[in-house]
């Protein structure tokens, strides 16, 4: 029997590739467009949930015209800052797609942080107007701070950043940090009322919320909207009253419907992020009105999962562990 040996990456192993957003955004592009195509096999998101309002979710996929495998086991524990510990936490596994063998073992954070970011960025680059100059984010922690940076790569127009956060702490670190990171003017707010007036984007990235906290006369003609915790921060009027409403999987998305996720229910998607990838038209007009709720795919965490382990295995990053090598 061979010797079987897979690589472990913590997370700053992972950040020490300096893997840039060019790269993180070709692999949400190939994850999302398979996704649309219907190449992969992805079976539903399934999770136990040990204490209130929490999850551990596992998130297996195939992506067949790439040939990559692999799954997430991903947590949520909204109150893990009172133990001084991230939200979002966990381990991904990357396999060989020929033998099923584990390639690498990896911190999954870094790359939940920036694929979500990424995927934003995307449907940005087909729903977004050009000139986009002003954004206003709520909630200003880690999804917060990766949607600034990677929004001025694909949207180099904007020049400022209103930004809102409970926690006094978290909005003076990400002004603090964030002009020099995303080379962006940060003015943070004192209300959500304060941060989404006179801005020509809104993401949202909150908590779980109780209900919504945008006010309906947010969305201006032509501006984008996201929400990254599932839309609860944005109220019914806008989530069913502007022109397009995109999602990353439709399917997945309506699965949220009895999670009082969506205010007035699932909304009516004009199409998937991929379809965008794949060539539907996204922005028509200079006008319109689009809302983004993309939830986070499998297939974009395994698609960055693979590169992380072809630039970790060229630049020999990380702890090589063997799994086996001897037979019984
Ligand atoms: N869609 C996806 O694929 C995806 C992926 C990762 C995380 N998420 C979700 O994105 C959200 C943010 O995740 P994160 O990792 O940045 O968490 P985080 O804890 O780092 O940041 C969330 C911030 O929101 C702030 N906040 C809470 N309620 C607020 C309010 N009413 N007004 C203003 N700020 C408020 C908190 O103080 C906190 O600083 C979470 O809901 C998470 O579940 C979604």
Redesign the pocket.
Known sequence: MKKVEFRYLSQEDIMDLDIGWDKIIERIELAVSEQAKGTIENPPKRGIHTRDDTFIHEMPVHLQDADICGIKWVS?YPSN?KHGL???LGLQIMNCPETGVPTAVMDCRWI??VR?AA?TAVTAKFCAKKDVARIGI???????KMHLEVLKKVLPGITECKV????DN?LKDFAVRMPERANVSVFPQKS?EDTVADVDMIIT?????PRP?IPPGAMRPGMMGVG???GRAWPEELIHGCDKVITDDIEQTSSYATTGAFAGGIPEFYCQLGDLVNGKPGRETEDERIMVF???LAACDVSLGQLVTDVAEKKDIGTKLTLMERDF
């Not at 809102?164 to 926690?167: L, Q, T, Y």
């Not at 990235?205 to 919320?209: F, P």
């Open positions: 949520g800052y991230p939200q979002i939940t942080a979500t995927a709520i909630g200003a922690g880690v999804q917060g809102f956060d409970v926690k978290v959500v990235c909150t908590q779980k919320l906290i990254v915790e599932a993309n939830l986070g």
